[in-house]
């Protein structure tokens, strides 16, 4: 019985996870400032970075957005969004990027009917 109670609380919270961050999306797809990924070199490892670009003719101060444990999110990117509107060029560099089985980043750790944490146990250690 614990189990199931158990399965039943991880499906749930997995399922709320998944659609937290519906509005982070619809408010990135409905924003008028130039969004882009690029590769950034780093090492042996090429860095998937998100760039939001501020509607401005001037030149623009930089800012870095960092992710926390959970990788790049809808969240943060609306979050590096948001500093583009404000007049900043802003920079989200997925720091998992190479990270995950396969070489993958954020994307292939994202949660799928709670299994984040095998997956997360399976990262490789940071290149040196």
Not at 40 to 46: A, V
Not at 69 to 83: A, L, Y
């Amino acid at each position: 019985m614990y189990r199931l109670i158990a399965l039943l609380a991880a499906t749930s919270l997995a399922a709320t996870a998944a659609q937290a961050q519906d509005w982070a999306k619809a408010r990135l797809d409905a924003s008028p400032r130039h969004l882009e990924w690029v590769k950034i070199p780093q090492g042996k490892r090429q860095v998937e970075s998100f760039v939001a670009y501020p509607e401005v003719k001037d030149k623009a101060t930089a800012v870095v957005v960092i992710h926390e444990i959970f990788g790049m999110t809808d969240w943060v990117r609306s979050v590096t969004d948001q500093f583009a509107a404000a007049g900043y060029i802003a920079i989200a560099p997925d720091l998992l990027s190479g990270m995950a089985p396969n070489g993958g980043g954020s994307a292939e750790l994202a949660p799928v009917s709670g299994k984040r944490s095998r997956h997360c146990r399976r990262i490789r250690s940071p290149p040196t």
